[in-house]
């Protein structure tokens, strides 16, 4: 006999929520981990970037106070004491999540597992230098970040060094890559006080979002300061004593810190699993190929998260590689083993953001992609000064932008850009998942004076 039922490889936040929901409807769990409990996200992904995000909005904020009639010094950023406090609170994070995996019955189990062998009993899975029996084994070790391979790249940080190291604050930050990790560390470091380039391949920043918004986003990167080299290859990274030299198609940049974010999705970790050898055939990526219930080709064996293709849906990984769809992926997983309840993902309405200054979000379609499936749509678009900026003196701006199917009124797409983007766009995932009209949206009572209302009042399409 097994010794558990269920054996998750991966303590990150989809193999965390598969065995948390398992153990709590009576299954026999283990979870394997080599690293930290908590994941990419917890430990050095989403929460201590949002933590460093909170950090950088003061600027702002401090700036758009005086217009309100507060006085107050300058004030001046210990940044040494953010990264301590991000730390602490993060070290706090694993903590809570041990104690919820234990409390839940959940056996935690230190170190690398690899899979001996599937025999009758079971899964022979070997953890550091213990072996242990499970009935099932569900994959979830995430993806790590991908290096582009040019010279010097030694001398480089990733955004794990960032996130989860104690550093001083660098003066001059070069930031290779223009997604969500470029895009985000570029804004939150200009707003700490550094000078920031921001190198890219492409012609706008965030390729895979509606381009309008992105059009918009780097013109307000642009007058925050921050020096954007489109359309430049990096080339090489030098290094003397005091500063790095980061080479490009368009020039060099000179700088204290190049950070290389050029995507994390590319690699996932499923290097020396024994996947192979149980007959897994890897997708080109690494990701390994599941079903809908997140099967894979060998009975028993299961994955999600980072590491998966995401029931084929890996290929729009700017949706798809995100914490909460791993999260739902995992539940999705314990539910139909352990409480005979079929459960599939939703990822047409995936919401997603970027925690820059100015926040992007969006869910469901953008523009080019409806028009890319041969939809006849109408495209609603209002662009406004925030109420705060009134008073504030800034120079900040909204986008909101709705797209519509012309044929049967159905609202495809979200997206905005501007202040508190992020918690506007998550209630409005749920009208898109319940299929919501534009005339359901103008059916809807506008809550005054917010920004949201004019997603409920914008009634005159653009013209084409």
């Known amino acids: 006999m097994a010794e558990v039922d269920l054996l998750v490889i991966g303590a990150g936040s989809g193999g965390v929520a598969c065995a948390r929901r398992a153990a709590q409807y009576g299954a026999r769990v283990a979870i ?11 430990l050095r992904g989403c929460v201590p970037k949002k933590l460093m995000y909170f950090g950088a909005y003061f600027r702002e904020a401090f700036r758009a106070s005086r217009g309100y009639g507060w006085r107050a010094n300058d004030p001046t950023l210990d940044f040494r004491k953010l990264l301590e406090n991000r730390n602490a609170e993060i070290a ?13 019955g959940v056996r935690i189990l230190a170190g690398r597992a690899r899979i001996l062998a599937k025999t009758a009993e079971g899964f022979r899975v070997e953890v550091a230098d213990t072996e242990i029996l499970a009935d099932r084994v569900l994959v979830a070790v995430g993806a790590r970040p991908s290096l582009p391979e040019i010279p010097g790249v030694e001398h480089a940080v990733t955004s794990d060094d960032l996130l989860e190291e104690i550093y001083p604050m660098p003066r001059r930050l070069a930031v ?46 642009a007058r925050a300061g921050i020096r954007l080299m489109a359309g430049a290859r990096p080339e090489r990274i030098a290094r003397s004593a005091d500063e790095c030299v980061l080479e490009t198609s368009a020039g060099p940049v000179e700088a204290d810190t190049v950070l290389l974010a050029t995507g994390r999705q590319a690699i996932p970790n499923t290097r020396d699993l024994g996947l192979e050898e ?31 293709d995401h029931a084929g849906h890996r290929l729009d990984a700017l949706q798809h590689d995100l914490t909460p769809v791993a999260i739902a992926e995992g539940r999705a997983v314990a539910e139909r ?56 003196g800034g120079e900040q ?32 995932a749920v009208a898109l998942t319940c299929r919501a009209t534009k005339a359901q949206f103008d059916a809807t009572v506008a809550l005054h004076p917010t ?12 013209e084409e």
Request: hydrophobic share 45%; net charge neutral; charged share 25%.
């Open 92 to 104: 706090r994070l694993n903590r809570v999540y041990i104690d919820m995996l234990e409390s839940a």
């Open 337 to 392: 083993l352990f409480n005979a309840k079929p459960m599939t993902v939703n990822y047409a309405t995936v919401p997603t953001a970027v925690f820059a200054l100015p926040q992007v979000a969006s869910v469901g379609l953008s523009e080019e992609a409806a028009r890319g499936e041969g939809r006849r749509i109408k495209l609603f678009r209002t662009r406004f000064r925030p109420m705060l900026e009134t008073l504030g």
């Open 278 to 308: 149980l007959g897994i055939r890897l997708l080109p990526d690494g990701s390994i190929p599941v079903d809908v219930a997140y099967r894979t080709k060998v009975q028993g064996l299961f994955a999600v998260g980072d590491c998966s």
């Open 32 to 42: 394997a981990e080599a690293g930290r409990v908590g994941g990419t996200c917890v």
């Open 397 to 428: 701006r909204i986008l909101m932008k709705l797209v519509v199917d012309a044929e049967d009124d159905r609202v495809l797409g979200v997206h905005i850009l501007g202040g508190e983007a992020a918690e506007i766009v998550q209630g409005f």
């Open 176 to 221: 290779v890559g223009a997604g969500y990790i470029g895009v985000e560390f570029a804004s939150i470091f200009r707003a700490l006080g550094s000078e920031v380039t921001l190198v890219y391949r492409g012609d706008l920043p965030l390729r895979g979002f509606d381009r309008e918004l992105r059009s918009e986003l780097a013109a307000a990167l």
């Open 451 to 462: 920004a949201a209302e004019e997603l409920v009042t914008m009634w005159r399409p653009v």
